[in-house]
C-alpha cells in the first residue's frame, strides 16, 4: 500500500471501535469504491471542527453558546441528569423518560488511570447545586468502582440541609455496565426506578 493510505489508514484506526481490518476497510471504500463521497466527507469534518463545541451550561455538543436541550424552555432546569459521556445523553434522551437537562462530565474518577476531578466538568454543575438551581440531581453512571466514586465525589459536594434531592439509577442495567449500550426500555426502567443515593 502507499505512504498516503497508511496514513490514512492509521488515522482511521485511532477512532474508536475501528482496529486494523475495519480501518483498513473504510479507507478502501473511500479511495477505491466510493472515492466522490470523500469531498463531502472531507467538508463536513471541517465544519464540525469549527461549528461544534461544548455547551458552556452542560457540555453537550453544541453549535451556538448552549445546547438545544439547555435553550428549550420546556424543560425543567431544576432537575439534572449527571452522564459521563455525550453519547449516554443521548441515549437517555432517546428513550423519552427523562424531562429535564443533562450535564456531562465527560469522563468518570479514576485514579488508577490518572483522572482526577480537575480533568472532568464538574465547575458549571457544582456552581448550579451552590446557587440552589438544582432540586434533584440523578446520577446516570456506570455502576463500576470509578462510577460509584464519581457519585460519591458529587454527593459530598452538595450543600448540606437535604434541599437537593439525589438519586441513582441502576434498575435494570447490569452490574459493571454503562448507559451507552442500554436500551431505551431498560433506560426508562433504570430513570422510572431511580432511588435515593443518600
Known amino acids: 500500500m502507499t505512504p498516503a493510505f497508511e496514513k490514512l489508514q492509521k488515522q482511521l484506526k485511532q477512532l474508536p471501535g475501528l482496529g486494523y ?22 467538508a463536513a469534518l471541517q465544519e464540525a471542527a469549527a461549528a ?3 455547551c458552556a451550561r452542560c457540555g453537550n455538543l453544541a453549535e451556538a453558546e448552549c445546547c438545544e436541550i439547555c435553550a428549550d424552555a420546556r424543560r425543567d432546569r431544576s432537575v439534572v ?3 459521563e459521556q455525550v453519547p449516554d445523553l443521548v441515549a437517555i434522551e432517546r428513550s423519552g423518560a427523562h424531562r ?4 456531562v462530565l465527560h469522563g468518570k474518577l479514576s485514579p488508577i488511570s490518572g483522572v482526577s476531578p480537575d480533568d472532568l466538568n464538574f465547575g ?12 434533584e440531581l440523578i446520577l446516570a453512571l456506570s455502576n463500576d468502582v470509578e462510577g460509584e466514586a464519581t457519585c460519591h465525589f458529587l454527593t459530598e459536594r452538595i ?12 434498575f435494570g442495567l447490569p452490574s459493571g455496565g454503562g448507559v451507552l449500550y442500554a436500551d431505551s426500555v431498560t433506560l426508562k426502567s433504570a430513570l422510572d ?3 435515593d443515593y443518600r
Do not use: D, F, N, W
Open 193 to 195: 426506578g431511580r432511588r
Open 81 to 83: 441528569c449527571v452522564v
Open 100 to 103: 429535564g437537562v443533562y450535564h
Open 52 to 54: 461544534v463545541h461544548r
Open 124 to 135: 458549571p454543575l457544582l456552581r448550579a447545586l451552590e446557587a440552589g438551581e438544582v432540586r
Open 21 to 42: 481490518r475495519s480501518s483498513e476497510r473504510i479507507a478502501l471504500h473511500l479511495l477505491v469504491e466510493k472515492p466522490a463521497r470523500l469531498p463531502a466527507l472531507v
Open 159 to 170: 450543600p448540606p440541609g437535604g434541599a437537593v434531592k439525589i438519586t441513582r439509577i441502576g
